[in-house]
């Protein structure tokens, strides 16, 4: 990387876009491992300046997309391994939905709501496979970004969808 001013200023702006491009996916990633409002802003925050800060080091060995998700992964396993905790439910409030009919939108709340429940109830190993999979990564962009096997995280992905099923109906069921 060269040390001119105006490359410097380049890069950073080009950084900036990246993370502004990103943080919609941040936003909800953080918002899968953290329910409480105040530290979910702050989670998505340090995802952000993390991925900021690794974008300087990115050397184009993978691919840009499956770059940023390794960040925001390593930075919600180490929240996690701070909190020491497993993640709670989710509010109402915290579920938005970006529907054009009112009545539709408010079925994709709930809908979105009660899946993002259940996703949260799921062990963490198949959690970050089905939020990673949320987010249209495919199978090998998931292996890379979790250093997995591509066999294994389509066992996970299997496992994680009849998981999600089966606590999706017994919440229809309550």
Known sequence: MSTSPSSSLSESLA????????WPRMFRAASGYEVN??????LAQEMAFEVWRALENFNQQ??????????????????IR????QLATVSDEE??????N???????????KQLIRAIQRLPLSLRQVMLLKLEDLSNIEI??????SESNVGVRVNRGKQQLIELLQKQDKK
């Open 15 to 22: 950084r900036d876009n990246t993370i502004q491009q990103y």
């Open 37 to 42: 409002p105040a530290l979910r802003d702050e």
């Open 62 to 79: 993978c691919a840009l997309n499956t770059y940023i998700y390794r960040v925001i992964h390593n930075v919600a396993v180490d929240h």
């Open 82 to 85: 701070r909190s020491k905790r």
């Open 95 to 100: 579920v938005v939905s970006d529907a054009f």
């Open 102 to 112: 009112p009545e539709q939108g408010v079925v994709q709340a709930q809908e979105s």
């Open 143 to 148: 292996a890379e970004t979790l250093g997995l």
